[in-house]
């Protein structure tokens, strides 16, 4: 249990969050609710990478990516729309998306202040267990929690520099005609989605065998199917040696000896920590081997006045864990001391195109685990394009143990993947059986009702 020193006169603030992120503002605001004197340092942004350069701006540019397929549906609908003539304006995209994450931020810093919570800009370091520096001045807490999140790598090769990350594809100047996506991630896999409905000639280069690793094997092999359908070139068991600048283009030199001429790179290749200038080590605060702050199940680092949550710890990187975290914590620090996480069936979405949505175990790792399964899939094109003609479909798979009857894990490919997945999450983390699912009434007619009556398994 953290408690001790946490209402004290002798500190200015009882608590100091290093990154105003989700989880870093959640604990902030959750605290000083409690009664806790709170401080949050931030030298970037309000609401971290998810708000500004991660989910939420991600997620408006798949909205207009998608526009392009609603277009050329709407004829077999009866609407007449000149697709030739159509055009397409990133810079309004990037500008509409621009004044949506500035009216979140001052959301956020709204959410803060509302709550008593002090906003401290500046880049920090803890001198010693209980002080941080920011720029000319020094604060004293009973706590401090590094939330300071995590910043894309970009592997060391010539050229390296020529490489765009994601942070600065959200504020790009003007779309190239062609683009090379480096990684088989969530981010990689996003943005190439991105791009190619947005119209720009797209390649995706991943050294594995098949982009995705750690999703069910049926869901990685569908999706690729459906992102060769779309035009994306993807290219496995592949990966860049070097990059040179080719007057206003790129030349991507390949392991295989080959080349590419592109108009931009991305590398989607991995994140880590954002630890830089803390000064934890100097303090005893344990580095994993991966780079990660290392604490217990209660967010303790070695040392007692400091814990640590979210990205920078080397949990699934989501929000809403990051989010369940900072409630567990505030709980621990200044509730009743109780309080802890269960990363068990996290639901999660990949926002491709199709999307992809997923919570529980995949049937490589039920097997792996010792379960004797049932395996029930389905596979179909979505009522949606019947009309339209388009040929996309959609991939639903429950996993089941045979002996119990419980669904140990729901997995789709398809439109709204994540809205329908987040439904069924409820019931997979409450334990249902395949019999509850059998039992429990359809809606009609909707893509989701087919999670509730698929009744042979097909393994």
């Excluded at 569908?222 to 080719?246: A, C, H, Y």
Aim: proline share 4%.
């Amino acid at each position: 249990m953290l408690t001790g020193d946490t209402v004290s006169e002798s500190h200015d603030f009882d608590l100091i969050v290093i990154g105003a992120g989700s989880g870093g503002v959640r604990l902030a605001r959750m605290s000083a609710q409690r009664g806790a004197r709170v401080a949050v340092v931030e030298s970037r942004y309000l609401g971290g990478t998810c708000v500004n350069v991660g989910c939420v701006p991600k997620k408006l540019f798949v909205y207009g990516a998608h526009v392009r397929d609603e277009l050329e549906d709407a004829e077999g609908y009866g609407w007449s729309v000149p697709t030739d003539d159509v055009t397409f304006d990133w810079p309004t995209l990037v500008a509409n998306k621009n004044a949506e994450i500035e009216r979140l931020n001052g959301i956020y810093g709204r959410l803060l202040e509302n709550a008593g919570v002090t906003i401290i800009e500046g880049t920090a370091s803890i001198r010693d267990p209980q002080t941080v520096v920011v720029g000319d001045k020094t604060y004293s807490a009973a706590h401090i929690t590094v939330a300071t999140g995590s910043w894309p790598v970009v592997p060391d090769i010539p050229g390296k520099e020529l490489l765009l990350t994601s942070n600065e594809m959200f504020y790009l100047p003007q779309l190239p005609r062609h683009a090379v996506v480096w990684g088989g991630g969530y981010i990689a896999v996003e943005f190439a989605g991105i791009l190619a409905g947005l119209g720009v000639e797209t390649t995706l280069l991943y050294r594995g065998e098949r982009f995705l690793r750690g999703f069910d094997e049926d869901v990685r092999a569908f999706t690729e199917q459906e992102m060769r359908k779309k035009g994306v070139d993807l290219r496995f068991n592949v990966t860049i040696e070097s990059v040179e600048q080719l007057n206003a283009h790129y030349q991507v030199n390949l392991n295989d000896g080959s080349s590419l001429e592109t108009g931009l790179v991305m590398a989607a290749t991995g994140r880590r920590a954002l630890v830089d200038g803390l000064g934890l080590e100097e303090l005893g605060v344990e580095i994993n081997a991966s780079g990660h702050v290392r604490v217990d199940d209660h967010f303790q680092t070695a040392v007692p006045s400091i814990t640590a949550l979210g990205d920078v710890i080397g949990t699934p990187q989501l929000t809403p864990v990051a989010l369940a975290q900072a409630m567990v914590l505030s709980r621990r620090l200044f509730g009743d001391g109780q309080g802890e996480m269960d990363y068990s069936a996290i639901p999660t979405a990949v926002f491709c195109q199709p999307n992809i949505g997923t919570v529980g175990l995949t049937e490589e790792e039920a097997r792996q685990a010792g379960h004797t399964l049932r395996v029930y899939r389905s596979e179909f094109r979505p009522m949606k394009y019947t009309l339209s003609g388009r040929d996309e479909r959609c991939l639903m798979k429950l996993i089941v143990d045979d002996a119990s009857d419980q669904v140990l894990g729901a997995h789709m490919v398809g439109p709204d993947a994540g809205e329908i997945i987040q439904g069924l999450a409820v019931a997979i983390k409450a334990g249902t059986t395949k019999a509850q699912f059998d039992a429990t009434m359809g809606i009609h007619p909707t893509s989701a009702e087919e999670f509730v009556t698929m009744r042979e398994p097909v393994a």
